[in-house]
């Protein structure tokens, strides 16, 4: 079940300034949103602009289906476009969208190969259904766009072509992941924070 409304806000808020705190949302970068009402699809999201350090729960407007405020305060992000298409294809109740220095250089060192994969990590338990570091993960790589209805477009064709998929990236912009709900979404931004910062690390010292 959905929590009430205010409840949502204050948690949304709570989240952004968590990862904020991580450096991962650094200058005003990132957008954090969870599903406020199913039918019509309602979604709460983090207004644009806004140092994320400082976020609370008069900072959050909800949006429709089509990413147009109906209320809260605040505009939101020309980015909600996509946060729409992650709640449609994948049925997430929360998203987070983080702007961290490891996903960047990924995102654009591996874009060639249009994904990054990582397993092995024992890290890997903590994406939801994983049951096993053996697991791999297939992140993949969007090119990065100012348009965002065509990009949202792009994201909801490549979630289709990656139903297993946890999280993706754009190139050289940063991470996008989800969750049931905004403590799944949390979990997963440090899950996957912590494992790119690895694949990173180890891939550099390579
Ligand atoms: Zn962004």
Known sequence: MTPPR???FA????AGRRLERRGWALGTSGNFSAVTWRDPLRIAITASGLDKSALTAADIVEVDESARAVGGNGKPSAETHLHVA???TRGAGAVMHTHSVWSTLLSRAHAKEGGLAIEGFEMLKGLAGVATHEHREWIPIVPNAQDMPPLAARV???LGEHPACHAFLLERHGLYTWGADIAEAVRHVEILEFLMECVAREERRA
């Open 6 to 8: 205010d409840l949502l």
């Open 11 to 14: 948690r949304l808020a709570e």
């Open 86 to 88: 992650v709640v449609k």
């Open 156 to 158: 909801e064709a490549l």
